[in-house]
């Protein structure tokens, strides 16, 4: 009974592991997405973004964490997130664009699920 105890041990621990293992590989295939091609709302914040504001969102500047690292990896604060207007939405929405250090714009369109970087 012992022995079989320790397997089932081993093995999930095994596959808690795993499972860690996963949730943290950075996503490997960012698509790209031209800026024409965005919609009006995601042309306007970028615009707002080269002018440095105003932003019409307080949360508007502040750090994304890149938690799930689906963006390429940096140093804590190397990102910014603004929001995108979702027409109809009562809240902040889903859409967002992510600003890196570099000057490199990402867009996502699913709450941070998927990301396209932007091409101007």
Known sequence: MRRFAWIILVYTAAQFTVSLVSAR???????????????????????L????????????????????????????GYYREFTVPS???RNRGALRIILGKAGELYYTDDHYETFRRIRE
């Open 87 to 89: 027409p109809g939405s």
């Open 25 to 47: 590989e950075p996503q490997r295939n960012i698509g790209t997405v031209n800026a024409a091609d965005l919609p009006k709302e995601a042309r306007q914040t970028i615009t």
């Open 49 to 76: 973004i080269k002018q440095g504001g105003p932003y019409p969102y307080k949360k508007d500047g502040v750090v994304f964490g890149n938690f799930e690292r689906r963006l390429p990896l940096h140093e804590r």
